[in-house]
């Protein structure tokens, strides 16, 4: 049985923090934890600069990313559900899935047996309505709708000065 823990939804981030080596430099804070994950697809999405996979080009796909992010909990409806991805592996993807409810939105981190290979994140397209498998990995959280919001557009802005 997955429990709902109190977590300040606020201090969500998902940053990029170079360290020149396209591992471990995507990190998700969100409930007191961090996940660190690769930049590696980032790097080679073809959605943005198709030709460099440098700093800079991870740092503007992470901002289209956030970008989808912020649409996509934008427009949530009541009884709605949306994904945002946040780790891009061969293997899999891992997920923050969304559900709203009234002003409420009740957040899962969690993942899937889809390979980060099979799509770009500067362009998620269907997976943020629904992802295949998605298997949830620890407590959730309820957060404003809000509140949410607010923490991704800070996301973004700690993306676009950093550029």
Known sequence: MLTTAAWPIMNLTLRFEDNGTAHEDIVLRWGGEEWRCD????ALDQGVFADRQDAEKVRQVLHRLLQQWHDAVHNLQEGEVVYLPYDFSDQYTAWLRCHRAGENVVVARGWADVSGWSFSPSRVGDYLRGVPG???????????????????????????QSD
């Open 39 to 42: 930049s590696y697809y980032l």
């Open 134 to 160: 998605f298997r949830v990995d620890g407590p959730t959280a309820t957060t404003g709708h809000r509140e949410l919001l607010q923490a991704i557009k800070h996301s973004l802005a700690a993306t676009a």
